[in-house]
């Protein structure tokens, strides 16, 4: 398996710009997490998915940060209007449900608001 | 609500010296403890994990031991290696019954030649 596969890997926009971060989660996983990392606030979960149900979104910024997940095998994070503080690397992670509890992670991608 | 707090870094230290990154979490109920492991570049890989008070999780030489009574989950190795350089997360689930992994800030590891 490829393992978990986002996209892009570096994305660099202007202010104001609307931005979409993909993610192929592994093949028969059920559970889908973003996360973001920052200096300042180290990993912080955004929101995750159970069989393609959002759970848990409890730690997205705001109304402009919207995930979703449409089948298992694919999941999108859209921010509506970028602002510069979005600035960071995101993380897409995927694992099987109730099993063991280990996340595989995507490469991240590293997201420049100008 | 669940919390880890780890030390902050960045940790140097001479290749073959002892490592130890402490690692102390807030969580009611039972959690699982992990500890991931970021190298440059890329996503953060499960290093080693417990799931019950005293459990020791080992891996590629690290070793940690969940502590209940200090609530502690520290990591060490006793020989560190240059390709061991990398940022390191504790990390808990369960705690209050979020399936979702908490996060410690993360300790960057620097070994020297």
């Known amino acids: 398996d490829a393992g978990v596969i986002q996209s892009p890997r570096h994305e660099v926009t202007e202010m104001g710009q609307e931005v979409t971060l993909r993610c192929k989660p592994i093949s028969g996983h059920n559970s889908l997490f973003w996360y973001r990392q920052t200096m300042m606030r180290g990993l912080e979960l955004l929101i995750y998915f159970n069989n393609n149900v959002p759970i848990d979104d409890s730690g997205m910024p705001e109304d402009r940060f919207s995930a979703k997940m449409p089948n298992a095998s694919f999941s999108t994070l859209k921010i509506q209007p970028s602002e510069p503080r979005d600035s960071a690397v995101y993380f897409c992670?995927?694992?099987?449900?109730?099993?063991?509890?280990?996340?595989?992670f995507g490469s991240g991608t590293q997201l420049s608001v100008l | 609500g669940d919390s880890v707090t780890q030390m902050e870094g960045p940790v140097t230290l001479s290749e073959e010296a002892f490592l130890t990154i402490n690692c102390t979490y807030t969580?009611?109920?039972?959690?699982?403890l992990f500890w991931y492991v970021q190298y440059p570049g890329e996503g953060l890989q499960l290093l080693l994990k417990a799931t019950k008070a005293d459990d020791k999780g080992s891996n590629k030489g690290f070793e940690a031991t969940y502590r209940k009574e200090t609530t502690s989950f520290h990591l060490e190795k006793g020989s560190v290696q240059v390709s061991d350089s990398a940022v390191y997360f504790c990390?808990?689930?369960?705690?209050?019954?979020?399936?979702?992994?908490?996060f410690g800030s993360g300790t960057r590891l620097q070994v020297q030649p």
């Open positions: 992670a995927s694992k099987l449900q109730g099993g063991d509890e280990k996340l595989f």
């Open positions: 969580a009611t109920g039972y959690p699982s």
């Open positions: 990390a808990l689930s369960g705690g209050t019954g979020r399936r979702a992994l908490t």
